[in-house]
Every structure is written in structure tokens, then in C-alpha cells.
């Protein structure tokens, strides 16, 4: 697959914004999948930008990390994305920067590191229905292997953008439903935000 192609397609899809606002990082995959006319992403969401120096490019203020996304060619809504969030609070700057790719009917994924472990919630924003789901030392692709029940051998064979499409494919069919709160209630409910460096070797 060129360049010029996969530029081509994305620019057809729902990331077309996010990519010439440069919000698209970090990709371990932004290309075509093996499904026809799905292109997917796995990468960083940048959500607030660092002031630039000169010309200096400076990784982002926030993101939402371990994204994983799917779009279809010529529809204006992402169907599915998924991704990592150090606090609750920043929902909000997710729900803001997708803002017009959201839908009422797609499946949105939230990992939060500071929500109770026991606890799942749904969260309406900006007209779509957010999963917060809590996360602990682990990853958001093994988190949605376990809660779509897909089965980690089976999709060792595939590459990643097959392993992308297993995994939108199911979450575009889950509809289990949890509590459901308001992004308010959600920052009453929210514990500490943890400092990602810590325990880390210096």
C-alpha cells in the first residue's frame, strides 16, 4: 500500500480532520485494514498541543494514549475508538477534540487509571455514548480482548490491522449496557490521579 493511497483514503474518512490538525501520533498503524473500505489507527490521540518553539515540534500537553479507531471510507462518524486515560476528567477533551466524528450510535472506549476497579459506567457526551471502564496494569487491547471475550491465540496469527478489525467487528456488536452517570457525577466519583512516572527505574 503507497503512501499516496493510504493519505488518500484517510482523507475520505472520519480521521480526515484529526490528521491535518496533526492529532493522529505515534502510529503503530494508520492505513487500510484487510476489511474494504476501512481504514484503521493505532496510535495517540493529541488532545491539547504544547506551545511550539519556533519550529521545534514538542510532543503533546495531553493525549489519549493506546488508541485503537476504525473509519469507513465516505461515512463522516467513527464507528469505533477506543483509548487510554490517565484521569476521568479528561473525557471531556476526548469527547471535544473528536467532536464531529462522534455519533450516537458508535462504540466509544475509555480506560480511566483513576476510576474503582469493580465499577464500569456509561457517560453521555457531546451526543455519543462513552464505556468508562477502569484499567490496572494492563493494556487497553488485552482489556477489550477480555470484555468482547476474544481470545488472545486466536488473533496471534493475524497482523495488526486483522487484529484491529476482530476487535472493532466485536465492538461495534457489544451492547452490554452499565450505570449510567454523568460526566459531573463521574468527577465526584473519580479517585487520584496517579503520577505515570512513578515506581518507574530512573
Known amino acids: 500500500m503507497t503512501a499516496t ?3 488518500r483514503e484517510i482523507e475520505e474518512t472520519a480521521f480526515a480532520r484529526l490528521e491535518h490538525e496533526g492529532r493522529l501520533l505515534n502510529a503503530v ?6 476489511k474494504f473500505g476501512r481504514v484503521g489507527f493505532r496510535g495517540e490521540l493529541a488532545l491539547r498541543f504544547s506551545p511550539k518553539l519556533a519550529d521545534e515540534a514538542r510532543p503533546p500537553e495531553l493525549s489519549c494514549d493506546q488508541v485503537m479507531a ?15 486515560l490517565l484521569s476521568f476528567e479528561h473525557l471531556k477533551d476526548v ?6 466524528t462522534l455519533s450516537a450510535g458508535g462504540k466509544y472506549f475509555l480506560f480511566c487509571n483513576n476510576i474503582d476497579l469493580s465499577r464500569k459506567y456509561q457517560v453521555p457526551c457531546k451526543g455519543a455514548m462513552f464505556y468508562v471502564l ?15 471475550y476474544l481470545e488472545k491465540n486466536e488473533l496471534k496469527k493475524k497482523d495488526t490491522a486483522g ?10 456488536k457489544f451492547d452490554v449496557t452499565f450505570d ?12 487520584p490521579v496517579r503520577n505515570p512516572n512513578e515506581n518507574r527505574p530512573v
Do not use: C
Open 5 to 7: 493511497l493510504t493519505q
Open 29 to 34: 498503524l494508520k492505513a487500510p485494514t484487510n
Open 70 to 84: 476504525i473509519a469507513t471510507v465516505g461515512e463522516k462518524h467513527l464507528p469505533f475508538f477506543a483509548g487510554y
Open 95 to 100: 469527547a471535544e477534540v473528536l467532536g464531529d
Open 134 to 148: 477502569p484499567i490496572d496494569e494492563s493494556t487497553v487491547y488485552n482489556e477489550l480482548l477480555d470484555l468482547l
Open 163 to 172: 487484529k484491529l478489525d476482530a476487535v472493532a467487528d466485536a465492538a461495534i
Open 180 to 191: 449510567t452517570i454523568t460526566y459531573s457525577e463521574g468527577l465526584a466519583l473519580m479517585g
